[in-house]
């Protein structure tokens, strides 16, 4: 079964067409939470409210919970509060909630969904009740063609402290895409809405697809009284008991291959023999235990030639688990200097051989770099991410140059492996896995014998592009 294509099938059997309209809700629909709790925070840890107001912004806020404030009230206070920045300095602050935060929340079914209506040529829109600044680094990522939400009145660069009109939220949402559907041919009779909340009812009666997504219980019951179809996703938010239990038998297959691995190889006085089962038993278990599903394209050229440079676009922790399954023994890699005084995870990638590498001093890493070349040199293969860093997005990052120079210097291929849905098990900044399929195509290995610095960048640009082309398909 493809990837979450009970999620997707009817949208692929459903007609194409830009008249057709895909609006989305953002809050509880695309992300998990609602994303004005981490943005009141940051907005509280950057002192933009003060102490004095906290207390009024606290009884709009439970008063709006408890049906006894309008929507208005919530937004024209956040008005109120941002007053006199600049709006570049907002900018700012949603783009590093969306990397610290939100990117984690965006639910893998809701991407694929997303995916879906585009590829059917479907007019694409984020509507939601939210703020510019809350949703406009999402409405990037997920490529979405319009977006309609609230907005802060700005003057010269900086915000009045007021909203610009009208609000969108309950008959808003409505107005908003009757406008649009005018505006751009829509025709909403054929068009979807994913919602949670019962104050979208307007907008889901309007549409011929509604589709309620996480429904709250007042849009729960409308929807079993009118049959509606309904979605519902656990793959963000709070973990399920079997997720906790899931996340700690992984970190004990982790200690156990340990425990394994070092006693063998005291046994057989030879340290790679603990490591090999160490790597075998921790790829063999910790995808298992962690229920990645992996469905492995072109899986002999892991083993066409070896030693070599294995690189791997990096999205998630669970990279690990995964690199470790498909490569199994004689290898080493690169990690961050800073885990070196991770007290768990330090002393394991010391015995394992790990290369650590201050990142952010060039020079430095380079000479740090030198005994990953002379265990190429001496038969073992070395695995690393070219991208330097985990992605909070499936985005490809900028390629850095350090894994292919090991190459060039050891004489030996570089052998692509692209991962695609790791990001749904584990992403960056979150603690818990989740079950998720992965899809792997290695590719087959690149000859570096007749490579040379000048041809280096156009030699990287071309890899990249291989893994463009395999994310993309």
């Not at 589709?211 to 938010?237: C, H, I, K, M, Q």
Request: with cysteine; glycine share 10%.
């Amino acid at each position: 079964m493809a990837r979450y294509e009970q999620f997707t099938r009817e949208i692929e059997q459903s007609p194409s067409g830009p008249d057709i309209g895909a609006f989305f809700d953002y809050d509880r629909t695309l992300i998990s939470e609602f994303s004005a709790e981490s943005f009141f925070r940051e907005v509280v840890r950057r002192g933009l409210l003060k102490p004095q107001d906290i207390p009024r912004a606290l009884t709009i806020v439970v008063g709006y919970l408890l049906g006894q404030q309008p929507f208005s009230s919530l937004v024209e206070m956040s008005a109120e509060v941002v007053q006199g920045e600049s709006v570049a300095d907002l900018e700012e602050m949603g783009a590093r909630l969306f990397r610290k935060k939100i990117a984690g929340e965006i639910y893998p079914e809701m991407r694929a969904i997303v995916e879906a209506h585009r590829r059917k040529d479907h007019t694409t829109v984020l509507l939601s009740s939210a703020t510019r600044y809350q949703v406009q680094d999402v409405a990037r990522d997920l490529g979405f063609g319009q977006m309609v939400c609230n907005d802060y009145e700005v003057k010269d660069g900086r915000f009045t402290g007021q909203m610009v009109s009208p609000i969108v939220y309950g008959d808003g949402k409505l107005r908003a895409a009757e406008e649009m559907a005018a505006g751009l041919g829509l025709d909403l009779d054929r068009s979807w809405f994913y919602s949670d909340g019962k104050e979208d009812l307007p907008l889901l009666e309007e549409v011929g697809n509604p589709r309620p997504t996480n429904p709250d219980r007042g849009l729960r019951r409308v929807a079993t009284e009118r049959g509606w179809p309904t979605l519902e996703f656990t793959s963000r938010g709070r973990p399920t008991p079997v997720e906790v239990a899931r996340t700690g038998a992984l970190v004990g297959s982790l200690l156990g291959s340990v425990a394994c691995g070092v006693p063998l190889g005291w046994l057989n006085g030879s340290q790679r023999d603990g490591i090999n089962l160490a790597v075998g038993m921790l790829g063999d278990l910790g995808t298992a235990i962690a229920g990645i599903r992996l469905d492995v394209a072109g899986e002999d050229h892991l083993w066409e030639h070896r030693p070599a440079v294995f690189i791997f676009n990096h999205q998630s922790q669970a990279d690990v688990l995964i690199i470790a399954k498909l490569l199994r023994q004689d290898i080493t890699g690169v990690a961050k200097a800073e885990l070196k005084r991770n007290p768990l995870v330090g002393p394991i990638f010391g015995y394992g051989g790990i290369v650590f590498i201050h990142r952010a001093d060039r020079e430095r890493a380079i000479e740090e770099l030198q005994p990953a070349v002379e265990a190429l040199r001496n038969g073992t293969s070395l695995v690393i991410a070219p991208e330097g860093t985990r992605s909070v997005t499936p985005r490809l990052g900028r390629f850095k140059k350090g894994a292919f120079h090991m190459a060039m210097q050891a004489g030996v291929p570089v052998v692509p492996i692209v991962l695609r849905n790791t990001l749904d098990v584990l992403p960056k900044g979150r603690v818990f896995v989740r079950p998720a399929p992965v899809e792997v195509t290695v590719m087959p290995p690149v000859v570096t014998d007749d490579w040379t610095h000048d041809t280096l960048d156009a030699r990287i640009a071309e890899i990249r592009r291989m893994y463009e082309q395999v994310l993309e398909s």
